[in-house]
């Protein structure tokens, strides 16, 4: 079955650490999205990925970093310098464009103790 | 003020109700629109695209006024698989997807 994945579905770090959050998608895509939700407010990006090897910044990039070594892979590190990183982090791919339906993998929520 | 605004709710509804829900958007030059559907704890799914026609699919029916900057999803004869959160997306200038905070609809038999 083609679809898009993320691990892992729960992740618990300690203050002062940095985590990557895993994304894979076997669609084919050529783009790739990161978001973040918190309650009461709409998904925020993060990064985005157009094609291998390139990405850019979205609304909240400060505090994150990606990487685009594969087009099935688009992992997030979420660093010690993101000062709320407790979220819902979901990754979505698409056919190559923002005004394509994206598809979300399952999310991955992330609480920094 | 937001760049897309949405009630959230929550709306509840009995089974069989018809609701509707607005969202309004502040960027003139937003292109394109969508409803997705997101349920507890799960990723959001893509419920329809809106034109600029309005369209419709089965209970479901969207419309966008572009005078007045809103779009509007209207459910028919709810059911209880209908309770969840529905997030406005608009796509702006530079092809970016802005998301609403969700409207949450509550069907109770």
């Known amino acids: 079955d083609g679809g898009i994945t993320q691990s892992p579905k729960y992740l618990f770090r300690k203050e002062g650490q940095n985590v990557t959050l895993s994304c894979e998608q076997n669609?084919?895509?050529?783009?790739m999205y990161w978001y973040r939700q918190d309650p009461g407010q709409g998904l925020r990006l993060i990064y985005y990925?157009?094609?291998?090897?390139?990405?850019q910044k979205g609304d909240i990039a400060e505090g994150y970093s990606v990487s685009r070594e594969k087009k099935e892979s688009f992992p997030l590190t979420v660093t010690s310098a993101q000062k709320n990183p407790t979220a819902f982090y979901l990754c979505?791919?698409?056919?190559?464009?923002?005004?394509?339906?994206?598809?979300f993998g399952p999310g991955t929520r992330l609480t920094v103790l | 003020r937001k760049e897309v605004e949405q009630d959230p709710g929550p709306f509840n509804v009995p089974e069989g109700a018809t609701v509707a829900f607005n969202c309004t958007y502040s960027?003139?030059?937003?292109?394109?629109f969508f409803w997705y559907r997101q349920d507890c704890r799960k990723e959001p799914k893509l419920l329809m695209s809106?034109?600029?026609s309005g369209n419709e699919d089965g209970r479901f029916t969207a419309q966008l006024n572009r005078a007045s900057q809103y779009i509007s999803l209207l459910i028919r004869d709810s059911k209880l698989s209908d309770s969840a959160t529905y997030l406005c997306?608009?796509?702006?200038?530079?092809?970016?997807?802005?998301f609403g905070a969700g409207t949450i609809l509550r069907v109770k038999s």
């Open positions: 979505a791919s698409s056919i190559q464009g923002h005004g394509n339906e994206q598809f």
């Open positions: 960027n003139s030059a937003s292109q394109s």
């Open positions: 997306v608009v796509i702006r200038y530079g092809n970016k997807l802005v």
């Open positions: 809106v034109y600029s």
């Open positions: 990925s157009q094609i291998v090897n390139d990405f």
């Open positions: 669609l084919n895509h050529d783009a």
